[in-house]
């Protein structure tokens, strides 16, 4: 929308420039809020705090790349030996061992005490 604004160039063009800065603000006011209210949600979803949420979105996200990498193996493997007993030798990566898995990455993160930061004390006398 910034972008469109800088665009927005001329004499008649006030009205849909002002229009386009309100928007703007609006825009911001909105993403401000949302990001106030992502701790608190998190919280009331079980999680202790948005580190413990990110690291187990990351381990779930590889979790489902590994088993979209697996998937795509297979879909080639059984695209190359279209015999009936191939298909049998190969069979697709399991759907639901991979959602208990998530599952479990889930319930195990959220049952985690949160790690309390340690502060660094820095005693510049005694170097």
Do not use: C
């Amino acid at each position: 929308m910034k972008q469109q604004l800088a665009d927005t160039k001329g004499l008649f063009k006030v009205k849909e420039r002002k229009a386009l800065e309100v928007k703007i603000k609006e825009t911001e006011a909105e993403i401000a809020d949302r990001l106030d209210k992502i701790p608190d949600t998190l919280k009331e979803d079980g999680y202790p705090d948005v580190q413990v949420f990110m690291r187990t979105f990351r381990e779930m996200e590889s979790v489902v790349e590994q088993y979209n990498r697996d998937l795509a193996e297979w879909k080639y493997q059984v695209s190359r030996k279209p015999t009936a007993t191939a298909k049998e030798q190969h069979r697709p990566p399991e759907k639901q061992s991979v959602l208990k898995h998530l599952r479990e990455i889930q319930e195990r993160n959220k049952q985690k005490p949160p790690q309390k930061q340690r502060k660094k004390s820095i005693d510049r006398d005694s170097r």
